[in-house]
T-cell receptor, first 113, second 120 residues
């Protein structure tokens, strides 16, 4: 099947904003998610957006959803060195009926001091 | 939030041996558990979905006789890698979910910290 695509790498300076992009595949996905993975660790849910929303803001995080283009983005304001990690978007295909998550290819965010 | 543990965190074994990895939900009852594997610098690939008391559902291309999954209770699922080979070396991550209408996200999955398997 098709992959959930993300850019591989993003480098920003501390204090700048980071924007991580994702193109997903299943238009029936009810929820779309952003997860963070630090080296050698499991996944931490950062935020999510319901498919009938265009935008969701949660403190430094802003999620934008373009359903027509199946495009999802995560903006991190005032990026800190502690934000350095791999970020995965994920979709729940089939409207969430199966409870499965399909993960994107992951974006490594490097924050330079 | 809900906590999921995995044991062991790291394991090194010889080729041909079997390895068992445990996944536990510590403060909630997990009706469904998922097993993923992650190769270096790659995404998580879903291996199987496990519902308590029933057989696991494996993703296409995952050998069910090689990766044995047991979900015997609402708080424990195990993944056994049988006759392990070096190509099975990977990072295995489990997650657990429970349908709870009081929770914010429908069917949210909570992830364990992962198990690093190295087969020599």
């Amino acid at each position: 099947g098709e992959d959930v695509e993300q850019s591989l790498f993003l480098s920003v300076r501390e204090g700048d904003s980071s924007v991580i992009n994702c193109t997903y595949t299943d238009s029936s996905s009810t929820y779309l998610y952003w997860y963070k993975q630090e080296p050698g660790a499991g996944l931490q849910l950062l935020t999510y957006i319901f498919s009938n929303m265009d935008m969701k803001q949660d403190q430094r995080l802003t999620v934008l959803l373009n359903k027509k283009d199946k495009h999802l983005s995560l903006r991190i304001a005032d990026t800190q060195t502690g934000d350095s990690a791999i970020y995965f978007c994920a979709e729940s295909p089939g409207g969430g009926a199966t409870n499965k998550l399909i993960f994107g290819t992951g974006t490594l965010l490097a924050v330079q001091p | 939030g809900a906590v999921v543990s995995q044991h062991p965190s790291r394991v090194i074994c010889k080729s041909g041996t079997s390895v068992k990895i445990e996944c536990r939900s510590l403060d909630f009852q997990a009706t469904t558990m998922f097993w993923y594997r992650q190769f270096p610098k790659q995404s998580l690939m879903l291996m199987a979905t496990s519902n308590e008391g029933s057989k696991a559902t494996y993703e296409q291309g995952v050998e069910k006789d090689k990766f044995l999954i047991n979900h015997a209770s609402l708080t424990l699922s195990t993944l056994t890698v049988t006759s392990a080979h070096p190509e099975d070396s990977s990072f295995y991550i489990c997650s657990a979910s429970h349908r709870n209408p009081e929770w914010d996200i429908h069917n949210e999955q909570f992830f364990g910290p992962g198990t690093r398997l190295t087969v020599l």
